[in-house]
DNA sequence: CTGCTACCTTACGTTTACGTAAACTTCTGA
DNA sequence: TCAGAAGTTTACGTAAACGTAAGGTAGCAG
């Protein structure tokens, strides 16, 4: 996934990928949704795998689509966490118990994301056909004011 | 205003209907989100009909799936008026040519309604579809852990 | 080395969408 | 009629999610 050693990136060019702000990463990392990427040293410049973009963009979808508090977003978020904890953990040969447990862990995150995404699924398509009807009634004044 | 004399409700009870608090109604009159119902005079409590009850369930409704400011539903909104509009003007027995352009003038208030809801649609649907693989992603690691 | 640009930290400012409190009034059931 | 619940106006408060400005630094091109 992400063992393709590319070009770090700075957050401007982070920022301008996803259609935001340093200031909204720095953000983000600040109320602890991001890790202080790589240990960084006071004052030096951040710098961003594209598993970091990836998750940027995760937050920014689940804040939008969902429309969910950057506080509800970390708690879903445990979920990526929980996968890349598996990583780290895999390679030291841990525990098969430990790992089942993280992964039946995540899975009741996923399960709890795809609810609410589901939900709002089923409400948008409601508003969507009410939106729909509307209009055909209206084609159908339009209809008799010809006639 | 509806052809439905109902009995007219308080904004507690409105309020509680939709789950919100009389203040958020109170504010959607602030803002002329709402108009102020039955030039009411200073200090008489306000009321409401079950259309109005159905315009602010449709406010807090694109407010909430579409991620809209208030100010953007007031905006979209512009379709609901242009048929109330409408109803009024049809009693007069207006002229047809001015009809036809209200009803075409609230198709495409409609229409941008629908392309915003679609869109947010396929997002939901792009991100559901992601999950669902991820899941899969899960289980198979799991059936795995058994072998 | 120099200069320029993007970045860093700190800290206060801003907008949206209400919450909350106070002091008073309108309604409604007994 | 009258008490108490629910409503009204006015006005200040607030939380979330950044925006913005100031003063300094890192990093790279030449």
Redesign the pocket.
Known sequence: MSTTPTKPL????VAEMLGT????I??YEEIGLLPDAQE?E?????CYTDTDVERVREIMRL?DLLGL???EVSALLEAEDARAQLRREIRETEDPAEIRRILEQALGHIANQLELVRHRRRELEQLESELVAKRRSIHKRLGELDA
Chains 1, 2 share one sequence.
């Open positions: 700075r957050i401007g060019e702000t340093p200031r909204t720095r953000y960084r006071q004052g030096k410049h951040r804040r508090t950057l506080e």
